[in-house]
């Protein structure tokens, strides 16, 4: 996000959103429809994280036009399936062009599921009591512009190191905020946006 530009630009079709999300179609319908609603769950939480630590050193725009692919490549997100994924599957998974061939974060899924299996296998849900627990709590002001919106915050600082500390990789705090942008748990809209209202 870069200062020189506008924070909020009017698209074709005339409404007013953050300037990331007003020029490529798929970049439209994510603001419009995902970005910063409240998102909930052990799957779902455990796919967008897993996303966000593929998007690490991307655009976030190309991990969205491969999103169908992941999705097929691993199971749906499935917990129990991708915490089943074995040698063979991850080397598949380097050959296939739909989706970010990194073996690091590759593994880091699969080793990221089997954890997150133990975590919900004793109580469903957890996944997601402890990320939402990060989210910060009370009013805070609108931001005008891009430069008011931080890159880490002592929350996603705070969730990078209880996730870690169950032994989760690509869980930075840069990651995690952007995850916390992206599941509601923080709403980064910026004032002038519709979705602001």
């Keep these: 996000m870069s200062e020189g530009r506008p924070a909020v630009a009017v698209g074709e079709d005339d409404v007013p959103r953050c300037a990331w999300g007003s020029s490529d179609p798929e970049y439209r319908r994510y ?38 692919t992941f999705r097929i490549a691993f199971h749906d997100f499935d917990i129990d399936r991708v915490a089943a994924m074995d040698d063979a599957e991850a080397e598949a998974l380097m050959q296939d062009p739909g989706i ?15 954890i997150v299996q133990e975590l919900v296998r004793q109580s469903p849900g957890a ?40 032994g989760l ?11 916390m942008q992206s599941a509601g748990m923080v709403d980064d809209h910026l004032e002038g946006c519709w979705r602001a209202a």
């Design 31 to 68: 603001h419009d429809e995902e970005w910063g609603f409240e998102l909930h769950g052990d799957r779902p939480l455990f796919e967008k994280l897993s996303l966000e630590g593929f998007q690490a050193g991307l655009s976030w725009i190309t991990i969205l036009r491969r999103r169908p």
């Design 100 to 114: 970010i061939r990194n073996r690091a974060k590759i593994s880091a899924t699969i080793g990221n599921a089997r």
């Design 127 to 166: 996944l997601d009591e402890l990320m939402w627990s990060f989210a910060p709590s009370g009013r805070r002001s609108r931001p005008r512009g891009f430069g008011d919106i931080p890159a880490v915050t002592p929350e996603s600082t705070a969730m990078s190191k209880a996730l870690r500390s169950l």
């Design 169 to 179: 990789r690509f869980v930075g705090p840069t990651t995690l905020y952007a995850l």
